[in-house]
């Protein structure tokens, strides 16, 4: 029993190993890190609200794709240049369109695609409501009492 206890927090310390070492902290390769650590904090967090473009739902901060790789090389040497945050994200969303933000912003024309989620949760509440109402109000059918014959019939089927 000793054993498989120490089986099993072996087991469980190997898996939070592969766990953590799979993290987001391993996609930024050793190169790409800038000397002062002041930039490349800003690069992380900056990095983190970038989209990956091959990846789609990761951050080119978590992604492996050469892609993403181009776009930390591009945001580090924006950054290094002198860009502030805003600029060195309004030059690679010139260069890649909006797409490339994981948080779009809402003006234009993005203000349709936030807006749709409420509007059409707010649609299906009112439809649930129209229908629930129309049940409640929908008018009662009363089945027919069985006749002698048939209730007979029925007593000997379930006698059966």
Do not use: H
Not at 43 to 53: I, Q, V, W
Not at 123 to 152: F, H, S
């Amino acid at each position: 029993m000793k054993q498989f206890g120490l089986r099993l927090v072996l087991l469980i310390g190997l898996t939070v190993s592969a766990i953590a070492l799979s993290g987001s902290a391993w996609a930024v390769q050793p190169d790409e890190v800038l000397e002062d650590p002041a930039l490349e904090a800003r690069a992380r967090d900056l990095s983190k609200d970038l989209r990956c473009l091959v990846c789609r739902n990761e951050s080119i901060d978590e992604s492996n794709a050469e892609l993403a790789r181009d776009l930390r090389i591009l945001l580090r040497e924006r950054l290094v240049v002198g860009d502030s945050d805003g600029e060195a994200i309004d030059f690679i969303v010139d260069r890649y369109g909006e797409y490339v933000l994981l948080r779009p912003s809402t003006n234009g024309a993005n203000w349709l695609l936030w807006s749709a989620g409420p509007v059409m949760l707010l649609m299906a509440l009112i439809m649930a409501a129209a229908y629930l109402r129309g049940r409640a109000n929908a008018p009662k059918i009363k089945e027919p009492a069985l006749n002698d014959a048939e209730q007979a019939r029925l007593k000997e089927l379930l006698d059966e």
